[in-house]
């Protein structure tokens, strides 16, 4: 019995040590992140005014291989909205997907910009980057009408 326990003890151990040993390594890393103007980071947040205009996301890199350059990277860039109504449409559209392929060393901008009123919607915005190979990169902002 006591040798069983011993056995049983050394196979919990070696399976712990084992754990993460699939998992791939991340490929996508996050730069920056915050409010852009002309294309430069303005300010790192995420709580983003509601003003025409208004510019919010992250810069995202890819990252080489460790054994030199990787392959190029499939993937799909979303922004989900608190809802947007879109003139003319209906119902609310609470997401907008772009298919990509990402170069290793890349840095890339996934940013929304506010162009139209009513593209200005208080609430909970997501903007991610989901590979074709399961890895999922996003940052949360919240839009709020400010304070005069």
Request: hydrophobic share 40%; charged share 25%.
């Amino acid at each position: 019995m006591r040798s069983f326990a011993l056995l049983l003890a050394c196979m919990l151990l070696a399976s712990c040590s084992m754990i993460g040993l699939g998992d791939p390594p991340k490929r996508l890393e996050v730069v920056e992140y915050g409010i852009y103007k002309n294309g430069a980071l303005a300010k790192t947040t995420t709580g983003v005014p509601r003003d025409p205009g208004v510019s919010f996301g992250m810069r995202v890199r890819v990252k080489d291989g460790k054994e030199g350059p990787a392959d190029p990277l499939k993937a799909r860039v979303v922004t989900a909205t608190p809802g947007l109504i879109e003139p003319g449409a209906e119902k609310p559209r609470n997401e907008y997907v772009s298919e990509v392929t990402l170069s290793p060393g890349q840095t890339f901008d996934v940013i929304f910009t506010a162009s139209q009123p009513w593209e200005l919607v208080s609430g909970h915005w997501e903007l991610r980057v989901e590979t074709a190979e399961g890895e999922v990169l996003a940052r949360e902002f919240e839009l709020y009408t400010p304070s005069n």
